[in-house]
């Protein structure tokens, strides 16, 4: 079964720019050139970002190739299909990698156990909020993060890449 994503590299310092392209290839099956551009919400850095089409779980693929370099701002997305729920990858050099089950819409799909277990820590540990827990169960702070460099992406060009079966 295929399905649709998007890899956002938000910034990357350029000398990791042709390993990323490279880690991503590995994952993709097929050479992928990215075409990168300034990242005005870090100066310095580079972004870049490529739609693919691949067989359901390639999200989880790109982001553990990609989650190692300490330096590099990312997110994964890939579109739920006929036999998977969506995904999406968030990963910042400060606060590691978010992973989250998305549902048509993209929203978020917070799975019962998970939810269960957030009030639970809330009600069994007083400096523990129910506020915060949702927070980590929604990846706010990832979100919070990384949206000046979405925002600073707008505009930006992007590719479409189908992997090779």
């Known amino acids: 079964?295929?399905?649709?994503?998007?890899?956002?590299?938000?910034?990357?310092?350029p000398a990791l720019c042709p390993h990323v392209e490279w880690a991503i290839s590995g994952v993709l099956g097929v050479r992928v050139a990215l075409e990168?551009?300034?990242?005005?919400?870090?100066?310095?850095?580079?972004?870049a970002e490529l739609s693919w089409q691949a067989t359901a779980g390639t999200?989880?693929?790109?982001?553990?190739?990609?989650?190692?370099?300490?330096?590099?701002?990312?997110?994964?997305?890939?579109?739920?299909?006929?036999?998977?729920?969506?995904e999406r990858y968030s990963s910042t050099p400060a606060l590691g990698l978010f992973h989250a089950t998305t549902g048509v819409h993209g929203?978020?799909?917070?799975?019962?156990?998970?939810?269960?277990a957030a009030v639970a820590r809330a009600a069994s540990d007083p400096a523990t909020s129910l506020n915060r827990e949702l927070d980590?169960?929604?990846?706010t702070a990832w979100d919070a993060e990384l949206e000046p460099f979405?925002?600073?992406?707008?505009?930006?060009?992007?590719?479409?890449?189908?992997?090779?079966?």
């Open 1 to 13: 079964m295929t399905t649709r994503g998007v890899v956002y590299i938000h910034a990357a310092p």
């Open 107 to 116: 929203d978020i799909l917070v799975r019962e156990d998970r939810l269960r």
């Open 136 to 139: 980590l169960l929604l990846g």
């Open 36 to 47: 990168w551009t300034p990242q005005p919400a870090s100066p310095g850095a580079m972004r």
């Open 150 to 165: 979405r925002y600073a992406g707008d505009g930006a060009p992007v590719r479409w890449l189908h992997q090779v079966v």
């Open 59 to 86: 999200a989880a693929g790109l982001a553990s190739v990609l989650r190692d370099w300490a330096h590099l701002r990312f997110e994964v997305t890939e579109e739920p299909s006929g036999s998977a729920e969506g």
